[in-house]
C-alpha cells in the first residue's frame, strides 16, 4: 500500500511521522532483522510477524500509550519509530519516550527530525505537559538525540529497566512545554 500524506501525523521535510498499523510487520520486522547489531545492547525490537502484532497491539490498543513510525517522506520507507509509554493523565499530563532508527536510517539526522515532529504532536493534539527519556549512560547516540532535542538531564536510576533480561541503569532526560518556549 502506497504512503500518502493522508497517514501522516505531522510532516517535516525529510521525514514524515505515522501511527503503528498491523500491515506494517513485514517492513518493520525486515527492518529490525536488519538493526540487531544496532539495537543491542539498548532495546529489543520485534523481529517476527508475531512479535510484532503483540508489539503494535499494544500501542493501538491502550490509550496509556501512543507509537509512531518515522518514515522518509520521498520513499515512505520505516526509518524508525518512537513511542510515548507510560501516559498519565490529570495534573501530570506525561509520557516516556522510547525510541530506535533502523540501520539504513541511522547517523542521517531523520530521527532527530522525526522526535521533533512526536514531541510537537505530543505536546499539541495529545495535551501533554512533559516528556521523559530513560537511557543508558553507554548510549551515546541517544543521549545526543535527547540532548540536541533540549531534554535535560534530571538524574541517575540504578538498575530502573530491565532490557533483555537485565536491570539495567538509566539515565532520567526531560523535557516540559515550557523548556520549548
Known sequence: MPHTALHYLAQGPRVAVRRFRME????????????????RPWLVVPDSDEAYATYAGRLLGD???????????DSGDIAGFININNIVRGG?????LGYGAFAHAAGRGLM???????IGYAFGPLGLHRLEINVQPGNTASIALARGAGFRLEGFSPAMIQVDGEWRDHERWALTTEMRG
Open 24 to 39: 506494517d510487520a513485514g517492513e518493520f520486522t525486515a527492518r529490525a532483522r536488519e538493526s540487531k547489531d544496532l539495537h
Open 92 to 96: 501530570f499530563q506525561c509520557g516516556a
Open 63 to 73: 490509550a496509556g500509550r501512543a507509537g509512531f513510525l518515522v518514515c522518509e517522506r
Open 112 to 118: 532527530r527530525e522525526g522526535l521533533e515532529l512526536v
